[in-house]
């Protein structure tokens, strides 16, 4: 039970890689605030959590939107008392080419994606830097890192969460506040639905480890670096592809 006694939020924690997030946290222990906009798979997620032992609250949050972050970290203090980890996995795209893009989308893309991790990253800080103490994991993407066909507002985004990872990792590492980033490669989530059947093959044949990422792969990722075993690891970008890109 490496995380127990620790209150973790996940952002988009209602499906795909951020349930299974709330789920292994759990698993080890940690009490989670399940924060996505869709309340209802929110809840599902929380009393999936609660049948298993620990405790969890389902919140209602809008990560584009400040009041909606803010008041979001204010309910889990209120019911869990302070905030030790945050996980940044909320998350949008559009697969399509740039040329067909809109600025709708654009905009659309970044504040989910961006803007969102930044917004959340800020408002829990209040929290921990007076005591000194948290983790927080940013869910970037290898299409950050390496950049993705049909994905290039989304590329520059997580490119952007990577960077941000960074900067933000030295700035508050006085405070003993570790920030890292996990990177996916390509996951069987409904966000990978959208990919065109053709590309899916294609991408799934050229991951050496012979199958796509699991969500459960990253939320194991994620685990490991909010826990006492990743202490003196900060700054980091490490990338969950089996072998798909190695930089």
Known sequence: MRLKDRVAIVTGGAS??????????AAEGATVAVADLDEARA???????????????AVRTDVTIGDSVRAMVKAVIARFGRVDVLVN??????MEPFLENTEDTWDKVIAINLKGQIL???????????????RIVNIASDAGRVGS?????????????????????????RYKINVN????????????AQVPPKLAEALKRAIPWGRLGRPE??????????????????????????GLTMV
């Open 16 to 25: 795909g890689i951020g349930r299974a997030t709330c789920l292994a946290l």
């Open 43 to 57: 809840q599902g997620v929380a009393g999936e959590i609660e049948k298993a032992g620990p405790p969890a609250l």
């Open 89 to 94: 996995n909320a998350g949008w795209d559009k």
């Open 120 to 134: 959340c990253a800020r408002t829990v800080l209040d929290d921990m830097v007076p005591r000194q103490s948290g």
């Open 149 to 173: 066909s049909g994905e290039c507002v989304y590329s520059a985004a997580k490119g952007g969460v990577i960077a941000f990872t960074k900067g933000l990792a030295r700035e508050v590492a």
């Open 181 to 192: 980033c996990v990177c996916p490669g390509p996951t069987d989530t409904p966000l990978f």
């Open 217 to 242: 792969d990253i939320a194991a990722a994620v685990a490991f670096f909010v826990s006492d075993a990743a202490e003196y690891i900060t700054g980091q970008a490490l990338s969950v592809s089996g």
